[in-house]
C-alpha cells in the first residue's frame, strides 16, 4: 500500500495529493485551465512507498472538452452590479440613443438574485431594433485572459406583458469585443420570436426564457479584445410604464468546438471527463471511460521489482471536473 499518491500537471512542479476511495483506487479532481483546452499535456504521477522508494508514471493527455468555464457571473447578490457597465440603448425606429431609457438593478426572484435592465420608456411595438447594451467592466475582466473566451452563455426572462397584439414579438443577443465594435457575433444565430420560447413562472409571474450561448469563432479579433459587450436586441416588444428585463449567469467560456463522435475526450483515442489509469503487476494501463470495456487499452511498461507492494493494491482514478459537476466511470 503506497503511503501517498500524487499527481502533477505539466512542468508546474505542484503535487496534489490523492485519497483513496472504499472501490480502492486512489481518487482526484482537477479543473484544467482554458488555455490547455484543445491542445495537449503531459499528467505525472507518483506512488511513495516506504524509505525512497517511488514509482512514477508519465503520461501525455489531450484535453477537448466542450466547455471550460473561465467566469460566471451569477448576480447572487448586489455587488455583481459592479462588474457591468450600462453602455446605453439604440432604438432603430427613432434612429437615436435617447428614445429607450434603461438604469441597472438587483432583484431576487424565488431567493435567486439577477441582474435587472430596467426599461424606464421609449418601448414601441413598431420598433424592429430596440438594443440594450452591456459591458464588462475591467473589474469584471480583472484576471481573465479575453483571448481565451470563445463562448458566452447566460439566461434572460422576459415579462410575458411584453408580447405585442400581433404575436410577433422576438428578442436576439448580439456580442461585441472591443475595439472592435463593427462584428456582431450571433446576430443571426440567436434570434428567437417570443412565441417559441419556453415560458417560466418566477415569483408568481410568467416569463419567456431566452437561454444565449453564442460562440466568437474569429481568433483573430479574439486574440486583440480587450473587452467584451453584450446587447440584448428586442423586435416589437412593447409594455405600458417600466418593463424590467431579468439577466442571470453570464458565461464566460473556452470551448472545444471541433465536431467528434463523443463530447469529452481526454487523449487521442476518446476518453475525456475521466482518465482511468490501472496498475496491474508491473503495467500501467489506461482505458475508456466506458466500464472497462475492451475498448483500444494500452500498456506502457514500467515495471520496477523494488516496488511491486506498490502496485498490487489495483490502481488509481483521476476525475476531471467539468463546470461544478465531477463525472466519473
Known amino acids: 500500500m503506497p503511503s501517498k499518491v500524487t499527481y502533477t500537471v ?13 472501490d480502492g483506487y486512489y481518487n482526484a479532481s482537477w479543473q484544467p485551465d482554458a488555455s490547455l483546452n484543445g491542445s495537449s499535456t503531459e ?5 511513495y512507498g516506504t524509505g525512497d522508494a517511488t514509482l512514477t508514471q508519465t503520461n501525455s493527455v489531450f484535453l477537448n472538452i466542450n466547455e471550460v468555464p473561465i467566469k460566471v457571473l451569477t448576480f447572487d447578490t448586489d455587488k455583481d452590479l459592479e462588474q457591468i457597465q450600462n453602455n446605453g440603448t439604440w432604438s432603430g425606429l427613432t434612429n437615436n440613443a435617447e428614445t429607450i431609457k434603461t438604469i441597472l438593478q438587483h432583484a431576487s426572484l424565488d431567493s435567486d438574485g439577477k441582474l435587472v435592465i430596467n426599461i424606464t420608456e421609449g418601448l414601441s411595438a413598431e420598433d424592429a431594433w430596440q438594443e440594450l447594451k452591456l459591458q464588462l467592466n475591467d473589474l469584471a475582466l480583472d484576471g481573465v485572459d479575453v483571448s481565451q473566451v470563445t463562448r458566452v452563455k447566460f439566461s434572460v426572462f422576459i415579462p410575458e406583458s411584453t408580447q405585442n397584439e400581433a404575436n ?3 428578442i436576439r443577443s448580439v456580442i461585441q469585443l472591443p475595439p472592435d465594435w463593427d462584428t456582431k457575433y450571433g446576430m443571426d444565430s440567436s434570434y428567437k420570436s417570443l412565441s417559441g420560447l419556453e415560458k ?13 450561448s453564442i460562440d466568437l469563432d474569429n481568433a483573430a479579433k ?20 417600466e418593463l ?3 439577466v442571470d449567469n453570464i458565461g464566460l467560456y473556452n470551448a472545444y468546438t471541433t465536431p467528434v463522435a463523443d463530447k469529452a475526450l481526454v487523449d487521442n483515442f476518446e476518453a475525456y471527463v475521466t482518465i482511468f489509469k490501472r496498475f496491474m503487476m508491473g503495467h500501467f494501463r489506461i482505458c475508456r471511460k466506458k466500464e472497462m470495456g475492451v475498448h483500444r487499452d494500452m500498456r506502457l511498461a514500467c515495471y520496477m521489482p523494488s516496488l511491486h507492494h506498490l502496485i498490487l493494491q489495483g490502481g488509481l482514478q483521476l476525475t476531471f471536473v467539468r463546470q461544478r459537476s465531477t463525472s466519473s466511470i
Do not use: C
Open 10 to 22: 505539466g512542468d508546474s512542479g505542484v503535487e496534489v495529493e490523492m485519497t483513496l476511495g472504499a
Open 43 to 47: 499528467i505525472t504521477v507518483r506512488a
Open 200 to 212: 417560466v413562472n418566477l415569483g408568481g409571474s410568467q416569463y419567456y426564457k431566452f437561454d444565449v
Open 168 to 170: 410577433n414579438a422576438a
Open 222 to 241: 479574439t486574440a486583440e479584445a480587450t473587452g467584451l459587450a453584450i446587447s440584448l436586441v428586442g423586435s416589437g416588444l412593447e409594455v405600458e410604464g
Open 244 to 246: 424590467p428585463i431579468y
